[in-house]
């Protein structure tokens, strides 16, 4: 059979280049201290089991627009926690399975392809490009889109705070993006996922009035609850925003038959409508923090960035990315290269703080040794 290979145009799936220091990392006699991903450890709040379990019986296929319940809980959530008012609950929302699909989608569900470019953050997950490149569309990293000016622009990624670094966009910085995307009908779009997770300065949501002056033209912010509230395996989340391309993605994604399973949906509802197990949560990620940071800065180690979010932007003056991996993997603990993230990483690691207390109070244990 003869096809050809959309693999071919993806970049290389990063975390692969781990796998000797993962080996190594594994071989310390208490074994491995794995931080070289987000992934949640610790458990999915009682009350989002329950609203799982009793949503159940659910043999009808659901709707790609979703529930209201879902939906009007995350509208209330925005204002509530984010202070972004007026998010149209039936027009404004939609959900999604997981938002790493949405971003990834996006450009392909949006019609941009060969010939189009995409700005991405030039310190980025991969999917910004990966998404732009299964669209066939040219990604551009940027550390300011409103800098770009080499030609017309279809897409326009912020994360903040952002992953891998955990530097947060101020209200100023993200207010000047907005009125370059308008100018330029660029439609700019927000992933923030860690919005909650704000340590050294406040998140601000691109819907806030205060950035977009109380309209959502142009714009769309994604959000998850996969760190929120510990729910990456459930793959939920929502994006809001411009209604006319909220419009457009929800006839497309209804072809695609891209839906949030039901129970899932239930599920984001009850988990958006309580604060107290991200409170709780927060409080674990605050410990996990200081008790690193502290332990890495005593190593040796430069902490700069990393106000928000779930990791620590480290540097050590003796190493570059991967120089720093292999040493500490030395010291069984594995983290991710900045170099998965983009040229402006070369020389940095990214600290999850995902890790269960027991692993990171023996990853500060072996950094004082």
Same mark, same amino acid.
């Given at each position: 059979m003869t096809f050809t290979s959309t693999s071919s145009r993806l970049p290389d799936f990063p975390w692969d280049k781990l796998a000797p220091f993962k080996q190594k990392a594994a071989a310390h006699p208490d074994g491995i201290v794995d931080l070289s991903i987000g992934s949640p450890v610790d458990p999915v709040p009682d009350l989002v089991k329950k609203a799982l379990a009793d949503a159940a019986?659910?043999?009808?296929?659901?709707?790609?627009?979703?529930?209201?319940?879902?939906?009007? %809980?995350?509208?209330?959530?925005?204002?509530?926690?984010?202070?972004?008012?007026?998010?149209?609950?039936?027009?404004?929302?939609?959900?999604?399975?997981?938002? !790493?699909?949405?971003?990834?989608?996006?450009?392909t569900l949006l019609g941009i392809g060969s010939g189009d470019t995409v700005l991405i953050p030039d310190l980025a997950y991969p999917t910004y490009e990966a998404g732009a490149a299964?669209?066939?569309?040219?990604?551009?990293?940027?550390?300011?889109?409103?800098?770009?000016?080499?030609?017309p622009v279809r897409v326009a990624y912020l994360n903040s705070p952002r992953n891998p670094s955990g530097e947060i966009t101020s209200a100023v910085d993200l207010r000047a993006a907005v009125e370059w995307a308008r100018a330029n009908d660029v439609l700019l779009v927000s992933d923030e996922c860690y919005a909650e997770f704000g340590w050294d300065a406040q998140p601000v949501s691109v819907l806030h009035p205060d950035v977009c002056g109380g309209r959502f033209d142009n714009l769309l912010a994604?959000?998850?609850?996969?760190k929120r509230s510990n729910l990456a395996g459930y793959r939920a989340g929502f994006v809001a925003g411009d209604e006319a391309v909220v419009a457009e993605l929800l006839a497309v994604r209804k072809h695609a038959g891209l839906m949030v399973p039901s129970p899932i949906q239930a599920a984001m509802a009850a988990a958006f409508a309580d604060d107290a197990h991200v409170d709780e949560?927060? %409080?674990?990620?605050?410990?996990?923090?200081?008790?690193?940071?502290?332990?890495?800065?005593?190593?040796?180690?430069?902490?700069?960035?990393?106000?928000?979010?779930?990791?620590?932007?480290?540097?050590?003056?003796?190493?570059?990315?991967?120089?720093?991996?292999?040493?500490?993997?030395?010291?069984?603990?594995?983290?991710?290269?900045?170099?998965?993230?983009?040229?402006?990483?070369?020389?940095?690691?990214?600290?999850?703080?995902?890790?269960?207390?027991?692993?990171?109070?023996?990853?500060? !244990?072996?950094?004082?040794?």
């Open positions: 019986d659910a043999p009808a296929y659901p709707t790609t627009i979703g529930t209201s319940t879902a939906r009007q %809980a995350a509208v209330d959530w925005l204002a509530r926690r984010l202070d972004v008012p007026n998010v149209d609950p039936q027009d404004g929302v939609l959900p999604v399975i997981g938002t !790493k699909e949405l971003i990834m989608l996006l450009p299964l669209a066939r569309a040219t990604s551009v990293p940027v550390a300011d889109p409103t800098s770009y000016d080499a030609g994604v959000h998850s609850l996969s949560q927060r %409080a674990r990620y605050i410990r996990r923090r200081s008790v690193l940071r502290q332990a890495l800065t005593d190593a040796g180690w430069a902490i700069t960035l990393s106000q928000g979010g779930l990791y620590l932007w480290a540097e050590h003056p003796s190493y570059d990315a991967y120089g720093s991996v292999g040493a500490l993997a030395d010291r069984g603990i594995l983290v991710a290269p900045g170099a998965f993230y983009g040229t402006a990483g070369q020389r940095h690691v990214r600290v999850a703080l995902t890790g269960i207390d027991e692993r990171v109070d023996a990853a500060v !244990k072996r950094l004082q040794e």
